[in-house]
């Protein structure tokens, strides 16, 4: 049965704003504040499920009067009307633009309905403020004549008609605020925090008398159930879906209506934080760890790619994103070229092909920025396109690196270019690699017989690229600040004999170890990797994990399906399955006459505890390396008692639990 038998099928045909109006359902003039009321809370119930990913005509459009707005008389229908569809069209604009949502995100057609392109934002928003207004003066006059005599039908008036200012005043707040990020005014942050706080005491002004308002009835029909207010006709526009398509949209409590608009109020507030983190390495994380939050949404992942990234490649809209990169890569290990007053700038040459190397920068790294607007399960879709971008922009940091160490024994410059920029890149395609990995963990990709190559790549080699590379560019900013130290001495010489005095004696200066943390991080990571790996190691020896039917079922299939992302990468090189094999494996057969699961039990025991070692020492620990903290103690006593042969005879296997930390579980036996 199609859309349109469907539509046919009830008792009733459903209403248009016309057969509505003529039948007198549909009230233009005089509507009841109550009803109002209620209007507003359903709009904006419809709104949030049009941003959960249903479609604007099972949402939003089935409150008739958004059909024809100008046709509405009362000044307050009016205002909010076109005020909700001056938000669709800014929601869409911000989410079209960035271009991070996915059909299951959020569905921007709309469905041949017009918005009001003819009235601008500006008009909008007086009206929304003319009738704000007056009701903010009807609320103080009924509050004032409540106070000399109490009368229930003067508390009634003033709760009214407090309810409905605090119901324009969000739908005010929420406007401007959309409207600071519209292409059409540019992008102006500077009132963002004004509107969200005003946005968000409405709300909680509105949550906490939202009981007695609660007068909207559910209709629990066979497809589900929508709300029964003045204006709306869930079936109007059924005619309008595809036949596969759901007939309703579940509509929301009022209470948890307002609060998942607290929470996304809340979700903003949160993203402008970005402009207090210093560095883009660390922006990076704040967008990674933005995306991963289980509360976030597609309008506010896009909202903060707009914040931090705008269109015009400008970070935070001030700086060139190219300034941020040469900023970034100076900080992480000083290449000559980027240091303040280098020879090498002095080359007109070797100046145009450091920009154009960083024009390359720029694209690679702008993609890494809008991969974290994306859904988990699409980040890990484009790491793989990025991957082989990176590895494009590894060839030409190599090639950069090289020319500029050219120009530099041409002019005679006694510091060497090689490695700078191929360290920056390479410290970042790891990352990436280990990042392609922890998404599939998040999203519970790997079985559990799976894990033991998955834990070992990273254990044998991700982690261990990574400390290394660290290591290589703290080296490097010491020997910069070596240089410049000799630098200052030279320079400083002459005016030391000019006093006749030579200079004072210094002090050795101690080594500066800006990534010490960091690589205490990545150690600790890798420990409790190795103790993993070998942990399922241990139970697929002792038989406890069950493996898939060897006639449909090899390792090396799956082992390089897993890791041909990484097949593009030149450095660090793919590891084959045959290396694998061979330290996985044969290395254990090697050891004769012995059961090989306590050894297996006790060195996933050990590295537990050198992880812990590892995380006690980390200074200033936050909740990541608690969490971190608490898998290596609980994975410790759990494979002590199984190199002890507790439960040797049990055969179920055991159970990897993820709740503690995302990428590293905790083992129970069963």
Excluded at 135 to 153: A, D
């Amino acid at each position: 049965m199609d859309a349109g038998m469907v539509c046919n099928t009830g008792k009733n045909v459903p209403y248009t704003f016309e057969t509505a109006v003529e039948a007198g359902v549909l009230p233009l003039d005089n509507i009841a504040l109550d009803n109002q009321i209620d209007i507003i809370d359903a709009s904006l119930g419809s709104l949030v499920s049009w941003l959960e990913g249903n479609g604007l005509a099972q949402t939003l459009f089935t409150n008739l009067y958004l059909h024809q707005p100008y046709s509405i008389v009362d000044k307050c229908q009016k205002a909010v009307s076109l005020c909700l569809l001056k938000i669709v069209d800014l929601v869409r604009d911000i989410i079209v633009r960035v271009a991070v949502f996915e059909e299951e995100d959020f569905q921007p057609i709309t469905y041949g309905f017009k918005l009001p392109y003819e009235i601008t934002d500006v008009k909008v928003i007086g009206m929304l403020k003319e009738v704000e207004e007056e009701f903010s003066r009807i609320t103080r006059r009924s509050k004032q004549k409540s106070s000399e005599g109490f009368s229930e039908e003067l508390q009634k008036q003033f709760e009214t008609n407090s309810a409905v200012f605090s119901r324009l005043k969000l739908l005010r707040h929420l406007h401007q605020l959309l409207l600071s990020f519209s292409r059409r005014e540019g992008t102006n942050l500077d009132d963002c925090p004004r509107h969200i706080n005003g946005a968000s005491d409405a709300a909680q002004q509105i949550a906490k008398q939202i009981e007695q308002w609660d007068s909207a009835d559910f209709n629990d029909e066979t497809n589900g159930p929508y709300w029964k207010v003045v204006g709306f006709e869930p079936r109007t526009n059924h005619r309008l879906l595809p036949p596969t398509f759901p007939r309703y949209s579940n509509s929301r409590t009022k209470p948890s209506i307002y609060q998942y608009l607290l929470s996304s109020l809340d979700k903003l507030q949160v993203a402008f934080n970005i402009s207090n983190v210093n560095g883009f390495h660390q922006a990076l994380e704040f967008l990674a760890g933005f995306s991963r939050r289980a509360d976030s949404c597609v309008l506010s992942r896009s909202i903060l790619q707009l914040y931090y990234l705008p269109i015009g490649k400008k970070v935070l809209g001030k700086t060139p994103f190219s300034d941020v990169l040469k900023e970034t890569a100076k900080n992480f290990c000083s290449p000559p070229s980027l240091v303040l007053k280098s020879p090498l700038l002095s080359s007109q040459l070797a100046k145009e092909y450091l920009d154009s190397f960083m024009l390359h920068c720029c694209r690679a790294f702008g993609n890494v920025v809008q991969l974290y607007g994306n859904n988990m399960a699409r980040q890990r879709d484009r790491l793989i396109h990025i991957l082989e971008e990176f590895s494009a922009l590894q060839e030409e940091a190599d090639k950069a690196d090289a020319y500029l160490h050219s120009v530099s024994i041409q002019i005679g410059h006694d510091r060497n270019h090689l490695t700078y920029f191929g360290t920056w890149i390479l410290y970042h395609i790891l990352r990436l690699m280990v990042r392609f990995i922890l998404s599939g963990l998040e999203l519970e990709l790997f079985s559990s017989f799976e894990l033991h190559y998955v834990y070992w790549y990273m254990y044998e080699f991700l982690f261990g690229w990574l400390i290394s590379a660290l290591s290589r560019a703290e080296n490097m900013l010491s020997d910069h600040e070596n240089y410049a130290e000799a630098q200052n001495q030279r320079s400083g010489r002459g005016a030391s004999k000019a006093h006749g005095k030579g200079a004072p004696p210094k002090q050795k200066k101690k080594k500066c170890r800006p990534y010490l943390r960091e690589m205490m991080m990545y150690q600790a990571m890798q420990h409790i990797s190795g103790g993993l790996y070998k942990s399922v190691m241990c139970f697929l020896t002792d038989g406890k994990i069950s493996l898939p039917l060897s006639h449909f079922d090899r390792e090396k299939v799956r082992y390089e399906h897993r890791f041909v992302p990484f097949a593009c990468i030149s450095t660090p090189p793919p590891v084959p399955y045959a290396q694998f094999y061979e330290v996985a494996y044969r290395s254990m057969a090697d050891i004769p006459g012995q059961s090989h699961s306590p050894i297996l039990a006790l060195s996933a025991c050990k590295h537990f505890s050198q992880a812990k070692t590892v995380l006690e020492a980390v200074q200033n620990p936050d909740d990541e390396v608690a969490s971190l903290l608490r898998v290596c103690k609980v994975n410790y006593v759990v494979m002590k008692l199984v190199s002890g042969g507790h439960k040797q005879s049990c055969k179920f296997p055991p159970e990897f639990d993820f709740s503690v930390h995302p990428h590293f579980p905790t083992i129970k036996l069963v």
